[in-house]
């Protein structure tokens, strides 16, 4: 269920693989939320163009350090900050498309729907590394904005509502968990692959010295059955 190494060599290096990883893209993804919270807050200032509120001023600069932190503790303590990765970055994205985003016209919510799925489902690609955590922040905020969409264009609904909750919170978990087993299990592959080559590699180490006795051994034998082969007019 926890898809947990149960060899310790295996789980310190999966660990440390995916933090090299984290160590060089959270930096990105900080940077990246730094300067649109820049760009978006300069715009409002300058033009008064309406692109942010005051709840979404404070949500990207929280964001901005919640990246900021994460990266430091990755890069300098330990990897288990990387289990938070995906989940803050699904949070952010519901926050966009449901709060931000978000228009009561059908087309409008269709759109925004299908763009937001998509997005979630990157994000779990690519970043998922606990699936349990990851279902845990994602079946809420599912929740929430199915509830939004719902209200404003059918009405109340909740025992349909739940059920359809459920059915997409458990293709999302699938998927989840799916996504953490075939990365860990590749990375098995690997790990078997790389043991397989350099334990070879320690064999032929010596291959040139015995491959040089045996062709040392071969031209003794000749040089002595040589003169027996002479006599009996042997055709070399």
């Known amino acids: 269920m926890f898809l947990a190494f149960e060899n310790a060599d295996l789980q310190k290096a999966f660990t440390n693989e995916r933090r090299v990883f984290y160590a060089k893209m959270l930096p990105i993804i900080?940077?990246?939320?730094?300067?649109l919270s820049l760009i978006m807050d300069m715009f409002e200032s300058s033009y008064g163009l309406g692109l942010t509120t005051g709840m979404t001023t404070n949500?990207?600069?929280f964001f901005v350090l919640i990246f900021a932190i994460l990266t430091l503790l990755i890069r300098y303590c330990s990897a288990f900050p990387c289990q938070f990765v995906c989940p803050a970055l699904t949070a952010l994205c519901f926050y966009y498309f449901a709060v931000i985003d978000f228009d009561p016209e059908k087309t409008t919510i269709y759109y925004t729907m299908v763009i937001g799925i998509s997005l979630g489902y990157f994000i779990l690609i690519t970043f998922n590394e606990v699936w349990l955590i990851s279902c845990?922040?994602?079946?809420?905020?599912?929740?929430?904005y199915m509830w939004k969409t719902g209200?404003?264009?059918?009405?109340?609904?909740?025992t349909e509502l739940a059920v359809r909750v459920f059915f997409c919170a458990f293709i999302y978990s699938v998927t989840a968990y799916?996504?953490?087993y075939l990365n860990k299990m590749a990375f098995i592959g690997r790990?078997?692959?790389?043991?397989?080559?350099?334990?070879?590699?320690?064999?032929?180490?010596?291959?040139?010295?015995?491959?040089?006795?045996?062709?040392?051994?071969?031209?003794?034998?000749?040089?002595?059955?040589?003169?027996?082969?002479?006599?009996?007019g042997e055709d070399l």
């Open 191 to 232: 790990e078997s692959s790389d043991r397989t080559f350099y334990r070879w590699l320690k064999i032929f180490e010596t291959f040139p010295e015995g491959l040089a006795l045996v062709r040392k051994n071969r031209i003794l034998y000749a040089n002595k059955s040589l003169p027996s082969m002479l006599e009996f």
């Open 178 to 180: 799916r996504v953490e």
């Open 30 to 35: 900080t940077y990246t939320m730094l300067a």
């Open 136 to 144: 845990t922040v994602y079946t809420p905020m599912l929740a929430y």
């Open 59 to 61: 949500v990207n600069w």
């Open 151 to 158: 209200r404003d264009l059918e009405g109340e609904e909740n």
